[in-house]
């Protein structure tokens, strides 16, 4: 009942454009856009079919009563009147019975598709459509007042070439961040068993992401959204501001290991008492920040720019997916499949589910995200991948110049993908998992892709996403006989194994050099002391075993001595004895 109760309701918005050129023909055409409902009449999809009219503009008046009508009416005419003062239904009546072969109705506000009820649609059968109030001047500036025009709707193109562009910046965000991610995570580890990290050391934090934080985050997003759809005008503007900020700090992550290994500006600002700036940080960083928020601010400013904004706008969210990709760490695949699967029936219910809740029928998820159709601000959210449409369609001059691609479609598989790289570098499996899983999001979006194409709506894109990257990744984990320590793991949380260390130097006493014992020999003796390398750690191999298999090299070293240095090398046994201990304790 609730569908049948919106399928009534539903009024058919259509773009189409109308082809204007002059009565003369000493000018080229021009198309504009327009808006149309195919329940009053078909317009032909191709131009050459279309029938050329003159174009009467009547917009001094409304055409709301018969002395609206000029004398002798419309004949075979299509005529230009202003939007108002009575129903749609009234001014294309009283157009096509004055023999008009169509109407124009020029709007100040924005474009709505003109609405009636079944018999009103069944009485008419000349087209109306909705034309802008800028559009009727330029039309009027550039071809005078002689013109005809020609109505028609052009098919659009099933894919843009634009969607090439999203999948490859999606693709990379993914790849890129979820490789970043792991390998800092491994870095990070190393690291702290370095009793020194140096001069410039690196503050940025990982996050453990634990189930409750899970459930609190979507119940975040969920309100968010709700609140975004019922007070979008007075929110929007807090989401810019925050994404201005947030996509700032990510710039100046994703370029501060570039910036630092450049050779000039390493000299510090002078002591003082500000805020972040007690620290002394380097000219360089200070200047990358400077740089950052400046990017940030462009933005904002020019946000509303069509011609290149959106290259500013793509460039700071992916430098924002990037640093959240590092920053946000899922410790289990389990974590990851709680996660995933939350979102996934998050995503499906907003845009599936919720316009049988809407009075209008409009999908929330896609009422937010493009922008609510009676907005007073005409503000767009930022947290989107946006590129304009790369093809020749006339309706590219219409208001759907865009393809969006929200960053959760990005970041909630990526995350995913970088925890596969961690767990790739655990078990040293030449990044199978880490490969496995990015070319599976691949596939999840161009599948997106394709669904969006033929069913011409907006599609959830965790739809397709989410069971690519899970079912894969567990396909792999279960191919490869490590699914309980993918499931759960193993290893992460308790820092175990470590990666590639070296210990410090024990001191130990000096071994006293035996006249009698050739030179190569206490070479060969030095060789093996005092610093020991461990190597990373396979399975239940202890550090024990370790330094066993370090004893042992030594030993076969020594096979070729003379047995009559046997003293000699006796007390230096008893010394090495001590020193592999000392170092063992040091490595537990």
Request: glycine share 6%.
């Amino acid at each position: 009942l609730v569908v049948k109760f919106l399928l009534c309701f539903q009024v058919y918005c259509e773009y189409g454009m109308v082809h204007v050129l002059s009565e003369k023909g000493s000018s080229k055409g021009k198309d504009y856009c327009i808006l149309f409902n195919s329940q009053w009449a078909h317009l032909p999809h191709d131009l050459g079919k279309a029938s050329l009219l003159q174009l009467q503009d009547q917009t001094a008046s409304v055409l709301c009563s018969p002395s609206d009508v000029p004398d002798g009416g419309f004949n075979n005419q299509i005529p230009m009147v202003m939007r108002g003062n009575c129903t749609f239904y009234e001014k294309v009546r009283l157009a096509q019975i004055n023999g008009a072969r169509g109407l124009l109705i020029v709007s100040r506000e924005r474009l709505v598709p003109p609405g009636g009820n079944r018999s009103q649609y069944e009485e008419i059968d000349i087209p109306v459509a909705l034309l802008s109030y800028t559009d009727m001047l330029d039309i009027g500036k550039s071809f005078g007042n002689s013109v005809k025009g020609a109505m028609y709707a052009p098919n659009e193109p099933v894919l843009d070439y634009n969607m090439v562009i999203i999948f490859v910046m999606a693709v990379g965000t993914v790849a890129i961040g979820g490789y970043w991610a792991g390998s800092r995570d491994v870095k990070k580890r190393y690291m702290k068993h370095k009793r020194d990290d140096g001069a410039e050391k690196h503050d940025d934090e990982t996050v453990d992401v634990t189930p409750i934080m899970i459930c609190v985050f979507v119940v975040m997003c969920c309100s968010m959204l709700v609140l975004l759809y019922f007070f979008y005008d007075h929110l929007v503007y807090v989401i810019i501001g925050i994404f201005c900020l947030a996509a700032s700090i990510g710039l100046y992550s994703c370029l501060s290991p570039f910036v630092r290994r450049f050779p000039l500006g390493k000299c510090r600002i002078p002591d003082n008492n500000l805020p972040y700036f007690h620290k002394r940080p380097q000219v360089r960083m200070l200047l990358l920040a400077v740089f950052c928020i400046s990017v940030s601010v462009v933005w904002g400013i020019f946000r509303n720019e069509d011609q290149w904004a959106w290259v500013l706008q793509d460039a700071l969210g992916i430098a924002f997916c990037l640093y959240m990709l590092k920053t946000i760490r899922l410790p289990t695949f389990k974590g990851c499949t709680l996660l995933l699967l939350v979102l996934f029936v998050y995503d499906v219910f907003f845009v599936f589910i919720t316009p049988f809740l809407t009075k209008t029928g409009e999908s929330i998820m896609v009422e937010v995200a493009a922008g609510p159709s009676d907005s007073a601000t005409h503000e767009k959210l930022p947290m989107v991948l946006k590129v304009p449409r790369l093809n020749s369609s006339p309706l590219a001059l219409c208001d759907r110049p865009f393809s969006l691609l929200g960053f959760g479609d990005i970041l909630v598989p990526g995350l995913l993908v970088a925890y596969c790289h961690r767990f790739d570098i655990q078990v040293q499996s030449s990044r199978v998992y880490f490969v496995a899983c990015t070319i599976a999001y691949g596939i999840g979006l161009l599948v997106t892709f394709v669904a969006l194409a033929l069913m011409q709506m907006g599609q959830p894109a965790l739809l397709y996403l989410v069971p690519c990257t899970l079912l894969t990744s567990f396909a792999v984990a279960l191919w490869r006989k490590e699914l309980t320590m993918f499931w759960t793991g193993s290893g992460f949380a308790k820092d175990l194994p470590q990666p590639p260390l070296v210990i410090a130097p024990v001191n130990c006493p000096e071994l006293p050099k035996d006249s009698n014992v050739p030179a190569s020999q206490q070479d060969t003796e030095q060789m093996t002391s005092p610093t020991l390398h461990v190597k990373e750690l396979h399975g239940p191999t202890s550090a024990a075993e370790e330094l066993a298999d370090t004893d042992t090299k030594m030993d076969r070293s020594e096979i070729s001595i003379a047995q009559s240095e046997e003293p000699a090398g006796q007390n230096k046994d008893s010394l090495e004895s001590k020193c592999l201990n000392a170092e063992q304790n040091q490595l537990e």
